[in-house]
């Protein structure tokens, strides 16, 4: 689908969601403070959330989901709203919206176009190709492929790891949204692979403006409208969240920071206000985040750590009010009872009560807590007992009172020594202590990355300082890469103890600043951000919810630098400065951030960057001189043509029950695209396989491949001129799984992987003068010196014309008597070598079996199955089924994929 035909679904899909989630919000705030662009807002929210959360519940109850299905649920609640609304006697006139005054409103709907039309420029159709280059979106669009033709998402499915079943029940809300946009789109008729996606990929930008509305919200609450529109617009261009929230990226991130924020904002707004509508919004948000995604733990352990802490310091100053508990128990209760709802889909099992995950402690923990505090509070206040109900609670109170072991008086820290003693008496002697010792084992474990396969993703590595500069702008990115490295430096878990020290003592400091000003929002923001920024600081993958974080703090220290200011200022001029300074540092800050979206937009509207291709204007990528850009990501990143032609073949060319082995990174396309089986894929169920998928590659015989191909019934191998790029990952990988090295050693230094390692020739990005072979020459052109990985090789290196057709490929010379002799043709690997202070490209030498050169051949890389199938075409057994039927194909890596198909056995 073209990009304006996009239009049309967009603005169908916020107005379907928007009319019954506007009624429900016109009547649960019917008494709030809150004015009429904050309700419209949110009710868009609620509708994007409720109506997908009542498909997948009544698909909890064997109800398959359709179009009838999706319309009735969206006129029954459409209906419901509207009653709601006429028995509250609530009018839903539009006299009262004062448009001069909300105009900081019209600004922030044109941040919130802005922010959609950059993400929607994913779905130009580009020189490069038309589908966006990623892997896990696909994955996670098969989950709206099996609602729209099953009904539902199945409880495991076989399209990987034979013969193990594989679950892919992942929190699906996004993709019954998918799904019921489908049937807006596309009717009842069954959508193929590309109008699908097309839709589905409309979910990220749609999460993103939600999201930017809710940070507008959080910080104007506190911090005025002109702070708000920094930070939303901030939040809108910062590079890493336009990356993961752009049109195609259909993972489960968008919805992740659409859920944080929807909660961070309800309940920073019901810490403020103290409505109790908000309490329920709250709850409505934390579901949300919980069934939708698989981040609740970054909302879960700053909701209980803030509940704790703000219930203990309001029971030491008698404060502890019934409106406190009764929100917070409310927000609790939608948590845990989301969590249970969860659990029952994931485990099969209807409302089957789970107790061994941290968030389920912690809800838990909390509410007793509070529950607890306030009682006790009650109890000192009266001084007496109110009941023998009272009395079970609060038993180790009365126990102590009965049997006169402690004179407790009305001292509140008394009551509260005896609770926390028998409570801990009790964790020690109950399962809950290893529960949750377990429990805080496992995310260690998880962020130490003991497994090879973790080792082997690059996501999974602490971020460098260019990479937190290039995810959020310049001054915030400088400032966190030089914090993170002068305090934490580049391993992981935040360099460990005095890492975790450091952090843990800011936030402390910080959080004292906060009670100091009595500033309980402040409180709940500090602690909401620390668990985002800690992560996105230890590992690249989290490095989006630093980013999120990082800038909203930023909004808040600009927010929080006006009474400072002012307090070093009197008159009207401190006035002044107060108000006008922190604005322009906001306006620097956010100029900093957004720069590389605002270039990308230039790009979007210069008719310069446009090829007229067969009728269509097409964005030209050799226009982009830097791959790493915004721009780059936004029209650029796609999946080359030659690999949708090879999965098309897959799809037309063999049986629907047809496995296809491949290195596990091609496995979501196999499923989606191809729509056929495969070995692996990228989720990693299986992490043996994942292994053995790179060892069937790199180690094992042609025969052994065969053999193993055979007893997963996988007929079919596919091999890419992208593994070469990835070899050092397949190379660990496959010794990993050999037991010749380990998740102990670090990649890349294990004599196993040495073994199998191409022979690769280093050219210089920046060659002078002293890199020419002095003396020689081939055909006019001077060669440059090159040195191999191989001890004690050099070559010269120049271009040679390698067809008649024109193609120039590099070429490596030996000098024998003065002379150059052509010794192997080098092809490029992607990859690049920092060398003595200087870049050098990589260029793997080329060994041709039954030519003089076969062999000078060092390693076992060159009798590979990868390099024997791709580069000189053939495998004994197999015979290659695409690009054409040969027994022997052609040498040479000249095309992007090929697919050798087993020989039947006799």
Known sequence: MELLQLLLPSVLILITAGIPGFFLSARLFKKSSLGFPERLGIGIAIGIVVLPALAWLESLFGIPFSQALYFLNLVVLTVVGLLLCRQAGISLSLSKLNFRRELQWFILIGILLFAVYMRMQAASETTAGAELFEYDPFYYTQLTRFIVQDGGVPASDDLAWQPYASTHRNPALAYYLGAQWNYLVNGNAKPDADVLWAVQSLYPPIMALLMVFFAFLLIKEYYGGAIGLIGAAMLATAPIIVSKTTFGVNELAPWSLFGLLFFYTSYTLLISKKEFPLAVLSGLALSALILGSKSGILAVVPLTAYMCLQGLLDYRQGKLDRQFLNSNL?????????????????????????????????????????????????????????????????????????????????????????????????????????????????????????????????????????????????????????????????????????????????????????????????????????????????????????????????????????????????????????????????????????????????????????????????????????????SYELFCLRIPPPWIASMSWIRENTSSEEKVAAFWDWGHWINYFGERKTIARNDNVIREMSMESAYLLAIASQNDTAARMRSYGANYLLLSSDLLTKWPSVDYLACSYANRTSANETPGKSECEAAYRPEVVFLPFDPTSADACSGVSVGGAVPLKAKSSISGREYCVVGKRLNDAGSVGYVAYVQQGGTLVEFASIVATGESTRLNGRNYANYMVVYVEGTQNWEYRTTGFYDSVYYRGFFLGHLDGFVQAYPYYAEYAEKGGLNMVRIYELKKTV
């Open 330 to 630: 409310v927000v609790l209760a939608f948590a845990f009872i989301s969590g249970l709802l969860l659990d029952s889909a994931y485990l099969f099992v209807p409302l089957k009560l789970q107790l061994m995950g941290m968030e389920s402690l912690a809800l838990m923990g909390s509410a007793a807590v509070i529950v607890l505090l306030w009682l006790l509070q009650n109890r000192i206040k009266r001084g007496a007992w109110a009941g023998k109900a009272e009395m079970a609670v609060l038993f180790p109170i009365w126990l102590v009172e009965r049997l006169r072991l402690l004179s407790l008086d009305a001292n509140g820290d008394r009551h509260l020594l005896v609770l926390l003693a028998f409570g801990m008496l009790l964790i020690f002697v109950t399962p809950l202590w290893s529960i949750g010792y377990d429990s805080v084992s496992w995310v260690f474990t998880q962020a130490s990355l003991l497994n090879p396969l973790d080792k082997a993703i690059g996501e999974n590595v602490p971020p460098s300082a260019e990479i937190l500069s290039q995810s959020v702008g310049s001054i915030i990115g400088f400032l966190a890469g030089f914090v993170k490295g002068l305090l934490f430096g580049n391993s992981g878990i935040l360099s460990s103890v005095p890492g975790l020290f450091v952090f843990s003592a800011a936030t402390a400091l910080a959080l004292g600043y906060a009670w100091k000003r009595d500033k309980r929002h402040l409180a709940f923001l500090i602690l909401a951000l620390a668990l985002p920024l800690m992560m996105g600081l230890d590992q690249t993958k989290y490095v989006i919810y630093f980013a999120c974080a990082a800038v909203l703090g930023t909004a808040v220290l600009i927010g929080e630098a006006a009474p400072a200011i002012s307090a070093y200022f009197s008159g009207s001029l401190g006035k002044t400065i107060s108000s006008a300074l922190p604005a322009a540092l906001g306006l620097l800050i956010l100029l900093s951030v957004a720069q590389p979206a605002i270039s990308a937009a230039v790009r979007s509207a210069d008719s310069s960057y446009y090829v007229n291709a067969d009728g269509k204007l097409l964005f030209d990528c050799s226009k982009i001189q830097t791959e790493t850009s915004l």
